[in-house]
């Protein structure tokens, strides 16, 4: 008996020791004063987490947060969904499958918590950003609906830069697509030096192979400017195959009109850096990182991560406003990163009240603030002050100016029976065929054989479920 609880003792002080990114303490797992926690720590890292759990411990005395705080969740989450012992009480993860779980009944109810007062007398529904509001129900297949899924950050991407080598060298933000691609052109006509390296030249980008989906933040962008918001809007609603047909006057031919800008940005190997084809996001923000290109496409999480190389007195890193496409129909509109996060509560959960107790805390205003100063991205709900905000961050300044200027924003997220049967998933159909990828892969594709195939693969959908 003593050795069993010299061992447990061992245990237990090990994983107080180590900084594990899993939970050791099983022994908490049916604790009914536990909330055992699931968290995707990447890019915006759990350190604004913790913070939320030491004010709601603090306001909950003898009642404790079991965190699982992991890069990789994703199969950790099914896994536990699945299993008929499932103790944990709260997911916030990125992956599509929510809704699929959502429609399995694995995920709780949270029309309730919509109608609960967070702070000063207003309600949970009234916090959610405006982008969110109209997708928070999810229809059954009985026809009701509920909130299964609530959003984790409204996140915006776009094209960011290094401030500090702009200026030294002089160069101004460019503020329409002719500009960019005048800006790219003057990058490799006059060789500037990487700094501390007088061998090797700037590239205007980087650009990463691993995650050709960090073009979309801008593509969509542009899109949006280009076609309308209003517009974009309605080709979400997938109504038939010939939405997809590029040659056609209307909204898809915006989209094809913007990948061809964006091929001409990427169409010359002195535009970017050689070996981007082959980098992870962490190889291609480290090459940014380091002073070897002036700009990279990316999103919203980019600061947070380049935190951890380390530093360098010739990095400060800004978003600018995305530069205005020609023939712009509107201009301070955005598309926002998030409609495959989850916030959610599994079904099994039994303390169901703990973890929404747990959600109202995350979203006071302190908490958001907290999220974007230390996590430098914001969560999908609203700020009433946003004086919380340490704006002496540059980057966080830039990113605000930016966000400010933004009127109408949207997510991919639609209401067709072609989004929530899974047979299309944005305007690419299924993420196999974003173009990106191909373009730069195979000198021979063209953006019109990109189009084709994606014209060919909503044509071969079965379309029946469309009303």
């Not at 939320?52 to 947060?65: D, Q, R």
Request: glycine share 4%; net charge negative; hydrophobic share 35%.
């Amino acid at each position: 008996m003593k050795t069993k609880i010299k061992l447990f003792a061992l245990i237990s002080t090990s994983c107080l020791m180590l900084a594990l990114p899993v939970s050791c303490n099983s022994t908490t797992k049916n604790d009914p004063k536990t909330l055992n926690v699931v968290l995707y720590n990447a890019g915006w890292g759990d350190e604004w987490f913790k913070d939320v759990i030491a004010k709601w411990e603090n306001n909950n005395p003898g009642y404790t947060v079991n965190l699982t705080s992991k890069y990789e969740v994703k199969e950790l989450i099914n896994r536990r969904l699945a299993s008929s012992k499932n103790t944990d009480d709260l997911y916030i993860a990125t992956d599509n499958g929510w809704r699929n779980f959502a429609a399995q009944g694995k995920f709780a109810p949270l029309d309730d918590l919509l109608e609960e007062e967070v702070e000063n007398g207003i309600k949970f529904k009234d916090k959610v950003d405006d982008v969110y509001v109209n997708d928070l129900y999810f229809k059954n297949k009985d026809g009701s609906e509920h909130v299964y899924r609530l959003p984790w950050t409204s996140g915006m991407g776009g094209i960011y830069y290094n401030e500090t080598l702009f200026k030294e060298n002089n160069l101004t933000i460019p503020k329409t697509t002719d500009e960019l691609m005048d800006l790219v052109k003057y990058v490799v006509e006059n060789k500037i030096e990487v700094p501390g390296d007088d061998t090797a030249f700037i590239k205007p980008f980087v650009y990463t192979g691993d995650n050709t989906d960090y073009f979309d933040y801008t593509i969509f962008n542009w899109w949006l400017q280009l076609s309308g918001y209003d517009n974009v809007k309605n080709f979400y609603n997938y109504k038939n195959a010939e939405q997809f047909n590029y040659q056609a006057e209307g909204t898809y031919k915006d989209l094809y009109t913007v990948v061809k800008y964006w091929r001409e940005l990427f169409s010359n190997k002195d535009y970017f850096i050689s070996g981007s084809l082959g980098y992870t996001n962490h190889d291609a923000q480290k090459q940014f990182f380091n002073g070897k290109a002036l700009m990279m496409f990316n999103g919203d999480w980019l600061y947070n991560e380049t935190l951890e190389y380390g530093q360098n007195s010739k990095f400060s890193l800004k978003i600018m406003p995305t530069p205005t496409f020609t023939n712009a129909k509107e201009t301070n509109v955005a598309y926002t990163i998030g409609s495959d996060q989850y916030i959610a509560i599994p079904a099994t959960s039994i303390k169901q009240d703990l973890a929404k107790s747990f959600l109202k805390e995350m979203v006071k205003d302190w908490s958001l603030a907290n999220f974007t100063n230390k996590s430098h991205g914001f969560l999908a709900y609203k700020l009433k002050d946003q004086s919380l905000i340490d704006t002496s961050n540059t980057y966080v300044s830039s990113y605000l100016d930016v966000r400010n200027t933004i009127k109408k924003s949207t997510t991919d997220e639609s209401k067709s029976m072609m989004f929530l049967n899974g047979d299309i998933k944005n305007a690419w159909i299924v993420h196999a065929n974003r173009p990106f990828l191909g373009l730069l892969q195979n000198s021979s594709q063209t953006v019109e054989s990109s189009f084709d195939s994606l014209y060919s693969a909503a044509k071969a959908l079965d379309w029946s479920s469309v009303k």
